[in-house]
């Protein structure tokens, strides 16, 4: 996502013009209904966003040899446009205030708004897929039935014996890997690449998912408010448990615990409204050594996500993926 | 719906094996995500409902000369499955407490998975119509964007010089005739009919539509509680506008509103929380000219219906076509 000119000399204005048309269909296929209707739902679409999703489309796009620019650009709309529908829906179910600097649709509108918005961008997404046939409606469908199952079950948590990490680390896969997955896999299709490439590609972008996830659960502690416009420990003040949360859980349900994670766990259970009593605790858990290991865990997944791609032949594409991954974990390095 | 065996003698044993067939793949496909999950994604699916979109997809599926009875099995249950969707999320959209008996799903879990258990059925019913082709796939998403964008119009209501009942109407078709147009349409698609004849029903079900909606109003106020397990008067009670009530307000709109209408339309403004006061105002109502009025447009709209079955070849399935829309009207004549 930091990925710049200077990194890809070659590949730069290839994606550039690609990724200008995805923008374009982007917009035009977030309106079309009307001065009521069609503000809610390009609302998301014109407040930006990293469009990392047709970013990776792009690139996988030119990893095999008969690249098809047109059903790139569809398909890099399409995962776009799903990946849209589902933080209109995400922003309701946790009536977020804001959404890329602007406020999300529910606060403008209001959740039914939110919701049918959500929808209809979900059904606009089907129809680009379904001008890609029937193949890649299957693919696209099962890819977002997976990411809602993932967050189906991040609602119901962990079921007797299983580990907290680990089902933690399932549901970034499912809720945020399969998408991205679905994104690279896309690319490699219609550039004609091998089914092995391409699901190199699928298990690279679960990985980086995962990853980026990570990576989010670290910056929750430690981005300055100026960098992310949100108080560091956002997600603690809202009972969120994020990856160090869990990892202090899991000593602790181990009896690996010292005093300072029982005063730690102590402290989340408790009342964080005030800003100094939440400063205090994402003080506290900055200096424990699970943030260590949560960064560790960030870099293994960005390691795992580049190991995927040893069938990828290499170049400048390939090289161009290794930037990508560890791009998520540079902005918490 | 009220159709019986002695109505539809030489058809009845044929449908009655899809219609089985539909609920077996209906129940399949509301289920296999686990034990957490499954409870809540078949919930409303177990609960019953009557079918009316998997029996029009039958009853059409007879109109031409090659019947695909996998294919019409498949279609009738996304389309089902789709309907099912869209309920998970008008109950939670309208907070509604119960439906087909039971709880509804967000008072059973919560919010967030109902909107969750939605998504996954609507992915699930698109998996379906993948199998179908790339044809199907658009005509389904477009089925789907039509109805959403349907109800993102009645949220915003009619606007400027918009006349409320044209465009009330014009929002049950969107919303409701959409996705019944949809089953008929399939229905002929995978019997090989003519396009003259798909083109024919699917006007035929977006009628039906409309006529079903309204039935659905009237019995807002003439259904005896024992008979809907609903008091009468219920939508009025939370404020919904509907068909007798926006014919009363047009009347008031157009300076031709006597005494009565304005006295009913006080009431309707005022606390309808007491039982005793929600009942005179039902009264006030049934007993004006207005629910002749809204009678009439029901059978208006059934007639149109069966007017639209012109194309359609004379038969057992015309019949039963023409049957099914008058029980459209049968529950309120």
Tied chains: 1, 2.
Aim: aromatic letters at 4%.
């Amino acid at each position: 996502m930091n990925l710049s000119a200077k990194d890809l000399p070659e590949l730069q204005s290839e994606l550039s013009e690609q990724l200008g048309q995805v923008e374009e269909l982007l917009l035009e296929s977030v309106q079309g209904s009307g001065d009521l209707v069609d503000p809610l739902t390009s609302h998301l679409a014109k407040a930006g966003g990293k469009r990392m999703r047709p970013l990776l489309v792009a690139l996988c796009g030119t990893l095999g040899p008969n690249p098809e620019p047109e059903k790139l650009v569809q398909a890099a709309t399409a995962v776009e446009l799903t990946h849209l529908a589902t933080l209109y829906h995400d922003d309701v179910m946790d009536d977020a205030p804001s959404r890329r600097g602007v406020n999300s649709a529910h606060i403008e509108w209001d959740n039914n708004r939110a919701i049918l918005a959500g929808d209809v961008l979900f059904a606009r997404a089907s129809r680009l897929v379904a001008a890609l046939g029937a193949e890649a409606v299957d693919f696209h469908a099962k890819t977002f039935e997976r990411l809602c199952l993932g967050q189906l079950n991040e609602t119901f948590g962990p079921q007797g014996g299983e580990d907290r990490v680990e089902f933690y680390l399932q549901v970034l896969a499912d809720k945020t890997g399969s998408l991205v997955a679905a994104a690279a896999s896309f690319g490699a299709l219609y550039s004609g690449a091998s089914d092995e490439v391409r699901e190199a590609v699928a298990l690279y972008g679960d990985r980086v998912g995962v990853a980026f996830q990570i990576a989010d659960d670290i910056l929750d502690l430690v981005s300055s408010a100026e960098v992310s416009g949100k108080t560091p420990g956002t997600d603690l003040r809202e009972g969120v448990d994020t990856l160090p949360v869990l990892l202090l859980r899991r000593q602790a349900a181990e009896g690996k615990g010292d005093a300072e994670v029982a005063r730690i766990l102590d402290a989340l259970a408790g009342d964080l409204s005030a800003d100094e009593d939440l400063a205090q605790v994402v003080s506290a858990i900055t200096n424990h050594p699970v943030m260590a290991q949560t960064r560790q865990l960030a870099r293994d997944w960005v390691d795992k996500a580049i190991d995927a791609l040893a069938p990828v032949p290499d170049g400048e594409a390939k090289d161009a993926l290794v930037l990508f991954a560890n791009s998520m974990i540079d902005r918490v390095a």
